[in-house]
């Protein structure tokens, strides 16, 4: 009896010394782990790779999409739904297969659909001009989307092979976690401040994908897990769509900090030529002939100068949105002893201007580079006759120079009788212009409006140009220049409504926009 009971005694804390026992799973047949600075490297590398692409993506499309707030949105949805299947896919490929060959591939794909990044958009991009968002949101995918998924494949199957103790599972994935963001920080961080300003946008795709198929291929030849006929096709693979995306034509004469710029010369116009920015008109430029307007709203802003100064009074005027300097550059000309401030984003647009173009701003001139809505509070009060906002992202005026709290901006720099003009692209149901309007009825005492109109007795769409100040306007501060009609203040009034005016709170002004069908 007292064998048996010793022997009962000794399998209970047998099975008590099981249950105690610590639940370690070491599996012997796991791949060996990598060193852990080559595994932080590699994750830091596919991370940041994708966070490239993403912001190089953006300045690919604008030629073709422009740069609205829907298009950046959707190339950021676009990474972030090719970093979410890259993550799935590469946990699963990594649990069924050579997981050392499979980060060899990822890299070697992940590069050359990089590379091929280039021509996709130049592909499709023309087509899609003036379409809207669907066709940039389609042209992302295509473009962003298989080279996204494939690098981001690499940090589950990099991590797969790191994970051979479950005590250290948190601190392996929370570090591997942290050098990927590293990565995507210095991806970021680096193509905005770097990159973009050193070298075309094609160019850093390019290298970007040149490096990862290299590395790839350095990985498999140096490792031997990839025979000598797959290092040498990998490397003429390299080769060809290296070549390809290289010969690949840019739409850009230059390509700024901000914009792709581009230069249209038309027959029916000799001597001067339109400046294109990203996909749209933004100027037309004559350089022998400074008071030729093309464009029709400059023509409507000069009959409205003109009848409000007068047709020579000098002015001191604040031109927001360099362009081509075709509005101050009519000022120098047709009203002399003028002195005009223009503030420009774009340093790049102004050293192009007079580098490439040879179109120097005359001596009266001060540019100042900066955002408008910073820039601004450096001007005195109570210092300009006129100002003009004609800026524009795409066919949207940034949104920052539409609120309540910039038209006070405005208000402040104006002398008590000063004109304030601004440029608004819109078409029906036309709630970005009224929007507008009622902004400035809410700030002004005298509004107008000059554009054309439809069969209804309302704006039919394109360019209207909304005048204000705190004086009331004479009766022939108006235009018809080919074939315009001015609303009043009554009339503006009647278009506005019951609209609210746009403040920094809430200025959704690339919503707000209706583009034509």
Known sequence: MASKAATRGRRRNAKGREKKAPAVEVAADLPSA???????????LAAG??????????????????TTLETTTS??????????????????????????????ILLIAGGSLALLTVPVVRWLGPGARGDGTLPALGITFLALVPAAAVLSAISPAVAHLQLHDLRASGTVVGRLSAWATAGALIGTFGTGFLLVPLMPVSTAVLLIGAML?????????????????????????????????????SPCVTETDYHCVGIVTEKANPGGYNLLLDDGYQSFVDPGDPTRLEYVYSKWVADVVN??????????????????????????????????????LDGGMVSFLEDRLDLPPPPEFRVVVGDARITMLDVPSDSADFVIGDAYNNHSVPWQLTTAEW???????????????????DFPPLELLKAEAATLLDAFADVRLVTFIGEDGRPSGGNAVLFASDRPLPRDARSNAEGATTYNLPSVEWLTGDTDPLRDDYAPADQLLTRPD
């Open 75 to 104: 190339i950021i949805g676009a990474a972030l739904g090719g970093i979410a299947v890259g993550a799935a896919v590469g946990g699963y490929l990594a649990d069924r297969t050579d997981t050392r060959r499979l980060i060899v």
């Open 307 to 344: 009848a409000t100064k007068g047709q020579k009074a000098p002015l001191n005027s604040i031109t927001i949105g360099g362009g081509g300097f075709t509005v101050p550059r009519w000022i120098d000309a047709t009203h002399p002893g003028s002195r005009s401030l223009v503030l420009e």
């Open 213 to 249: 198929v290299l590395i790839g291929v350095g990985l498999g030849a140096t490792s031997r897990l990839l025979a000598p006929a797959a290092v040498a096709g990998a490397a003429i693979l390299l080769v060809a769509l290296s070549a390809f995306s290289a010969s690949q034509s």
């Open 49 to 66: 790779s994708v966070l490239v692409l993403e912001i190089l993506a953006i300045r690919l499309l604008a030629p073709y999409t422009g």
């Open 34 to 44: 990598l060193p852990p600075a080559a595994a932080a490297a590699l994750v830091f």
């Open 407 to 425: 038209t006070a901006e405005v208000k402040r720099v104006l002398k008590p009788d000063g004109l304030y003009a601004i440029n608004v692209i």
